[in-house]
């Protein structure tokens, strides 16, 4: 189960950095992989509640009923917060505890639950990022038709502005949506995220969907007053295995154009790329793309989120079959990761974090970026010096990318505490908090104690 877990701490010692005035630095966590209390104050169940209930979907049966608890102990964990000197925290809000069935009736004890919490925040000086969507769709959406459908898109930009109406005055930056990559291509491609469907027309039809709701959700979040309107991806930073090798090269593009550019350019040009359009038509035909929509999806946004764990590399193999969270990718081979990786065997390699990030500057220049999420898994308990060398390294990869010229604004690790890994369960531990589950108690990890220094100093020694 678990893979090998290697340190990089035998590097040489490396210089002291220090990282621009106001750079905001945070943490964050999602609604499902934490809150617990899944039936309570009127919440409705979501795709993520069915998946873990059946059999065979997620790691040991884990489910999130319980979680952390942290929606009974939420002011516990914001003490931990500021105890960490986080400036800012980046919490999802549950669209089933806000309206249980998608777009019926708002439960008012929904929208208090994320009113204490930001409270709480603000009241120990913590600047809260709301994230409207980290993959827990409501039940009855995905019965109707799901990401697939064009009618989840414009719910999902009512419920926005419900969450905006009643936490705008007080919250400044609205995230829309966290990785679309994953909403449209795990759940709807390979299944192994909820709703765990299997099919290639679902899942492009999910991205276009994705990308209308984030577009129309932020309009209405901008009209109601929001001040800052983002949204997070989680960039595949591809690399043919050979540089110099044309079908690895081609190979390469490929799966950029069908991970990176078919979000990037709706996001930030207002149109699809044609190479990635005519990979689509080869499974469905376009006529579920409107006119009109591409101008929707271009909204202007204020800051562009990053999420960011390892590297891919690709090579040309004729007569591969293709990965399903990849769809049309036959004849493309991933390469297995090489050299240390973390407990979920993703490949570390800080440098690809400054490739990812001066690339997103080059192609489309002007984007304001924030990391919005990274961090690593390991084992065990409190002493944990791969975490604080894993984040020490990406740290700096995104100092380099600050040199280069990005406009960085900000880091935001993952995760807060343990939490539930969806598919993994609770059998992977991303917190620089440790949390027991059985007990529900909180320690402060090394990598925790390490980072409210670097926090404390704005950089590294
Ligand atoms: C990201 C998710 C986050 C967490 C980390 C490890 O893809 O946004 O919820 O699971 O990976």
């Not at 945070?26 to 609604?31: E, H, I, N, P």
């Not at 090489?338 to 080059?362: F, K």
Request: glycine share 10%; net charge negative.
């Amino acid at each position: 189960m678990t893979a090998t877990v290697t340190s990089t701490s035998a590097q040489p010692a490396r210089a002291g950095i220090t990282f621009p005035d106001g750079f905001v630095w945070g943490a964050a966590t999602a609604s499902y992989q934490i809150e617990g209390a899944a039936r309570e104050d009127g919440r409705g169940p979501s795709i993520w509640d069915t998946f873990s209930r059946t059999p065979g979907k997620v790691f040991a049966g884990h489910t999130g009923d319980v979680a952390c608890d942290h929606y009974h102990r939420y002011a516990e964990d914001v003490a931990l917060m500021a105890e960490l000197g986080l400036a800012s925290y980046r919490y999802s809000v549950s669209w089933s505890r806000i309206r249980p069935d998608g777009t019926g009736p708002v439960n008012t004890r929904g929208l208090d639950f994320y009113d204490r919490l930001t409270d709480e925040l603000l009241g120990k000086g913590i600047d809260p990022v709301v994230t409207l969507y980290h993959w827990d769709l409501p039940q009855t959406l995905e019965d109707q038709g799901g990401w697939p459908a064009r009618s989840t898109a414009e719910a999902f930009a009512e419920y926005a502005e419900v969450v905006y109406r009643r936490l705008g005055d007080r919250v400044a930056t609205w995230t829309t949506l966290n990785e679309p990559w994953c909403s449209a291509y795990l759940g709807y491609g390979s299944g192994i995220h909820a709703p765990g469907v299997q099919n290639p027309v679902s899942a492009f039809r999910a991205v276009h969907h994705l990308l209308l709701g984030h577009g129309l959700a932020a309009r209405a979040l901008r009209a109601a007053g929001a001040k800052s309107v983002s949204i997070t991806l989680n960039p595949c930073e591809v690399s043919p295995l050979d540089p110099a090798n044309t079908a690895d090269q081609a190979a390469a593009r490929l799966i950029d154009g069908v991970a990176n550019r078919i979000f990037y350019d709706p996001l930030l040009l207002g149109r699809y790329p044609a190479d990635v359009l005519e990979h689509i038509a080869r499974f469905t035909d376009l006529d579920y793309i409107r006119d009109g929509d591409l101008e929707v999806v271009n909204a202007p946004i204020d800051v562009l989120g990053i999420n960011f764990y390892t590297p891919a590399y690709v090579s040309a193999q004729p007569g591969r079959p293709g990965a399903l969270d990849y769809p049309g990718s036959e004849g493309v081979a991933f390469r297995p990761p090489v050299g240390p990786v973390t407990d979920m065997n993703w490949q570390i390699e800080p440098a690809s974090l400054t490739r990812l990030l001066t690339r997103i500057h080059r192609d489309y220049p002007g984007t304001p970026m924030m990391i919005t999420e990274n961090g690593a898994a390991y084992p065990g308990g409190t002493a944990d010096q791969p975490r604080i060398d894993y984040v020490d390294g990406h740290l700096r990869a995104c100092h380099d990318a600050l040199a280069a010229g990005v406009d960085l604004r900000g880091y935001f690790l993952w995760s807060l505490m343990d939490n539930f890994e969806w598919a993994e369960g609770y059998a992977k531990r991303f917190g620089i908090v440790h949390v027991d589950y059985t007990t529900q108690q909180r320690v402060l990890k090394d990598s925790a104690k390490w980072y409210r220094e670097v926090i404390r100093r704005n950089g590294l020694e």
